[in-house]
């Protein structure tokens, strides 16, 4: 029996100190440049392995990442419990509920951007020469696999370009999260099934019809019941006092273990049940906003970066570079992502500007394709050529989303928020302590507007909004929304609150002390310029500070007219008159379903 002796612990924890530090410092200029860190993650490791300094310096590469196998396992077991985590984080961010009240135009646009994707990419794979297959006579379970593969769009990189562009809380955001967690649910399942087929495939039909049965149940049971029960024992938790997020947090890595135990014992990956465990503890409304980010600030700063880099110790890149295979897989995934999404979107009823920036948020393929990849690789299902190719693709759709999307939410129509707010839209004091409370003042200063008085109808569907998916943000702003079906131009209203509201969730867990609540009509696409615009003003800190001490509306109005003249560009049309928001009597609350 070999032990680890210190000259390993002492190499293990030079190994970690490089692929750590560099891998997150290079992330922050990355991210800085708005670009991934995945790509500077999977840059040092292209740096720190074979790619590079085992090809020009091998001496100093063997000296830092000796071949012994205990070595390298010490380091690849980390690297298994980073993407164990990263599947569990990422079924965090999946909202199960809101995917099924979505399920009208979400539903539309997952299936097409999993149907489409898989018919562009299936025969094309088919047709590929031998050479570039792991096992020629197995041609159809390859074809099948990257068909798969290339379905699978990756969640947290679409979720973080939104949240850049100040898109993350709009009904647009919301439905593309919607879409995406159907398209993340639906395509880990096929890749598993198909994965675990592969690996089975010299046992008996049975076996193989007893794996395909045993998944899908397990899977039903989790949807089903399982997240009740989970959403049970987490509000038993935070009932009971338990010390937070620490108690929360181990029960989800506790379930996460389980899950992927039952999956890996049914016969596919672990990976699956690390990712249902994920949905589960995310559909619990008594999970904070604080406890997510605490799971996901954990996992992308410290596993995450060491799996990618870890990456590129395995694998020479530029031995098994192959530029038609690196255009195939990269134009394929990009291009039958990008049309799937497009057909969906053109079967609702959503705006032009609408369909452009889902069908672009769908396309990059990102950490999920690498994954799904690796298990391939190690399966043997694929050749390390064909993975490099996956890499590659999977980085550059990461890389260029950013600036595409960018470019496509530029081309919208230009709007002034000033258009849609007045002074006597302000509330210099809520009264309000707690999120509903203030909901109710500002709804009731709504349709104070124009005469329009009722009230508890602004109320009804904001609240049914705010409960899908809250709107607090950062620094300590919330910025509730709802569409109306009868209101003919968008308002704004404001709410100021000296104390701060504590329970509205907010993700960095301080107070709210800023409320825009912005009503509009069913179709605006005033609505996603609006808040974002909001969103960019007050993350000013000077403007925060000057709001905060100032006096009653006659001293707010001129620091918030003076901050949205500052950033607004008028569209260049002539500006209306200020007139009617809202025609009487104002309606009952429309479901999101169908912005």
């Known amino acids: 029996m070999h032990y680890i002796d210190e000259e390993n612990i002492f190499h293990f924890l030079v190994q970690i100190s490089l692929l750590l530090g560099l891998a997150r410092g290079l992330g922050v200029l990355f991210n800085r440049w708005r670009q991934p860190a995945l790509t500077a993650e999977i840059l040092v490791g292209l740096i720190l392995g074979p790619t590079l300094l085992g090809r020009f310096w091998p001496t100093l590469h063997q000296v830092i990442f000796p071949p012994d196998a205990v070595q390298q ?27 099924w009240r979505q399920r009208g135009d979400a539903l539309k646009i997952s299936l097409t951007d999993l149907v489409v994707p898989m018919l562009v990419a ?48 709009t009904d647009l955001g919301f439905l593309i999260m919607s879409a995406l967690s159907v398209n993340d649910i639906i395509g880990w399942l096929l890749f598993t099934l198909v994965l675990g087929f592969f690996r089975q495939a010299n046992l008996e039909l049975t076996r193989v019809l007893a794996i395909f049965v045993a998944t899908i149940g397990f899977t039903a049971f989790c949807m089903a019941i399982g997240r009740r029960l989970t959403g049970a024992a987490i509000t038993e938790i935070r009932r009971r006092q338990m010390p937070q997020p620490a108690t929360s947090l181990t ?24 990712f249902l465990a994920g949905i589960m503890a995310g559909e619990a409304r008594e999970l904070s906003e604080r406890t997510r980010q605490v799971v996901s600030q954990m996992v992308y700063a410290l596993f995450v970066p060491i799996f990618f880099a870890g990456i590129g110790l395995r694998i020479d890149f530029l031995a098994h570079f192959d530029l038609f295979l690196v255009i195939f897989v990269t134009v394929i995934g990009i291009g039958g992502r990008f049309l799937g999404a497009w057909l969906g979107v053109n079967l609702t009823q959503l705006s032009r500007s609408d369909r452009a ?30 993975f490099v190719a996956i890499v590659f ?74 409960d899908q998916m809250g709107t607090a943000l950062e620094l300590g702003i919330a910025i509730p929304h709802a569409r109306l079906a009868t209101m003919v131009r968008p308002i704004i209203v404001f709410g100021r609150s000296r104390t701060g509201i504590e329970d509205w969730d907010s993700p960095d867990g301080q107070h709210t002390h800023f409320v825009f609540l912005v009503l509009a009509p069913p179709r605006s696409d005033d609505q996603v310029q609006i808040l974002a615009h909001l969103v960019r003003t007050m993350q000013e800190p000077a403007i925060r500070e000057q709001l ?6 006659d001293a707010l109005w001129p620091i918030l007219a003076s901050a949205f003249a500052a950033k607004r560009v008028i569209r260049a049309r002539k500006k209306r008159e200020p007139g009617p928001a809202i025609r009487q009597p104002l309606p009952e609350p429309e479901s999101p379903s169908s912005h």
């Open 73 to 99: 396992n010490m380091l690849e077991t980390i690297g298994w419990l980073g993407v164990f985590f990263l599947l569990l984080e990422t079924g965090l961010e999946v909202d199960f509920s809101s995917a």
């Open 122 to 169: 299936f025969v094309p794979c088919l047709l590929l020469p031998s050479a570039y297959l792991a096992d020629p006579d197995r041609r159809l379970t390859f074809a099948l696999f990257m068909a798969v593969a290339m379905t699978i769009s990756a969640m947290p990189v679409a979720a973080r370009a939104l949240h850049d562009l100040n898109l993350s809380k």
């Open 251 to 274: 029960f989800i890595l506790l379930l996460g273990t389980l899950c992927g135990a039952i999956t890996q014992r049914i016969g596919i990956h672990a990976l699956f049940g690390f």
């Open 357 to 386: 920036t889902i069908a672009v948020a769908h396309t990059p393929g990102g950490a999920m394709e690498i994954i799904v990849g690796l298990l391939a690789l190690e399966s043997g299902l694929i050749t390390q050529a064909v």
């Open 393 to 466: 693709g999977a980085v550059f759709s990461s890389v260029i989303l950013g600036p595409w999307l960018s470019y496509v939410t530029s081309r919208r129509k230009e709007v002034s928020i000033l258009e849609y707010f007045f002074k006597k839209s302000i509330a210099a004091d809520l009264k309000a302590t707690t999120r509903d409370q203030a909901l109710r003042e500002l709804s009731e200063l709504a349709a104070a507007q124009e005469h329009a008085y009722e009230a508890e109808g602004v109320y009804a569907a904001v609240r049914e909004r705010e």
């Open 548 to 553: 905060l001490r100032a006096g009653g509306q």
